[in-house]
């Protein structure tokens, strides 16, 4: 009769790995997380549009902002909103819908100028989310830089 050969035991370490959310996951969350932004930016110029309204009612035009103003104002939304979210829970709209959590490298939540950073560095770099893909530990190149990890968290 043959043994089966010992199993290393499992480690702290093991577990917190095989809790790290891959690609699709994170992809899918992202992509919540835009909506949820878009959705933001509809219901501010909806607010300028009814201001605009109350005030100029008999020669009323719907305002027009330029490029250059949607687009910062774009970017600072998705800033503040992911700075928020992460800063108070950990977790975005899109997180919860897809069970993640961002957390620190030993799993505790991350401080808010850590939150601060990993939202700039998701909104102008956010193509260093592809690198969980290739990443052994399922890490973006925000949690390599950021010392962070998204976890599932349900």
């Not at 992509?31 to 300028?48: N, T």
């Not at 600072?76 to 919860?96: D, K, N």
């Not at 560095?121 to 052994?136: E, K, M, N, Q, S």
Request: charged share 15%.
């Amino acid at each position: 009769m043959s043994e089966l050969a010992p199993q290393p035991p499992h480690t702290d370490h093991d577990a917190l790995e095989s809790r790290t959310a891959g690609i699709v996951s994170r992809g899918v969350a992202a992509g919540i997380d835009v909506a949820a932004v878009a959705l933001i930016l509809g219901g501010m110029y909806l607010g300028l549009l009814l201001v605009a309204l109350m005030f100029n009612s008999g020669t009323f035009s719907p305002p027009s902002p330029n490029i250059l103003f949607t687009g910062v104002v774009g970017y600072a939304t998705a800033i503040l909103y992911l700075t928020g979210c992460w800063a108070v829970s950990g977790r975005t709209v899109g997180s919860v819908a897809m069970g993640l959590e961002v957390v620190s490298r030993n799993g505790k939540r991350i401080g808010p100028s850590r939150c601060l950073l990993r939202a700039l560095f998701c909104a102008f770099f956010p193509i260093g989310l592809a690198w969980v893909a290739v990443d052994r530990r399922r890490r973006s190149v925000q949690d390599i830089v950021l010392r962070s990890r998204v976890i599932y968290a349900w």
